[in-house]
């Protein structure tokens, strides 16, 4: 099996594996930019476990790109009082980043931003 980390990204937790992407609630970078996930529950790399309390220390990395921004799918709402008449409809889409996974890793590098 290949190398799989459970992380906290967005208030959720994720399974992620390498070389796939995510979509994340809205963060704050750029297209391109190339960032460190930091909030790491559980590492399994080569039938290695690592289970933090609740995280893993700073020995395992997990390095990501930030592919594109996007729109999630509507949610719709429909609200109506009976017997008064009243009704209305609206709906938002969640806005979301795409994210892809580069590696996972036990060695430290440095970056220059860390998003949890």
């Given at each position: 099996?290949?190398?799989?980390?459970?992380?906290?990204?967005?208030?959720?937790?994720?399974?992620?594996?390498?070389?796939?992407f995510?979509?994340f609630?809205?963060?704050?970078?750029?297209?391109?930019?190339?960032?460190?996930?930091?909030?790491?529950?559980?590492?399994?790399?080569?039938?290695n476990?690592?289970?933090?309390?609740?995280?893993?220390?700073?020995?395992?990395?997990?390095?990501?790109?930030?592919?594109?921004?996007?729109?999630?799918?509507?949610?719709?709402?429909?609200?109506?009082?009976?017997?008064?008449?009243?009704?209305?409809?609206?709906?938002?889409?969640?806005?979301?980043?795409?994210?892809?996974?580069?590696?996972?890793?036990?060695?430290?590098?440095?970056?220059?931003?860390?998003?949890?």
């Amino acid at each position: 099996m290949a190398s799989y980390a459970i992380i906290e990204a967005s208030g959720k937790q994720f399974w992620i594996e390498e070389k796939r992407f995510y979509d994340f609630d809205k963060l704050p970078l750029a297209k391109g930019d190339k960032f460190l996930l930091n909030k790491i529950l559980l590492v399994n790399i080569n039938n290695n476990l690592a289970i933090g309390q609740p995280y893993l220390k700073e020995d395992f990395v997990i390095g990501a790109t930030v592919l594109q921004h996007l729109l999630g799918k509507k949610v719709s709402v429909y609200k109506m009082r009976p017997k008064k008449k009243t009704r209305r409809s609206f709906g938002h889409k969640v806005k979301l980043t795409r994210v892809f996974i580069n590696s996972i890793s036990s060695n430290i590098k440095k970056a220059s931003c860390f998003i949890g």
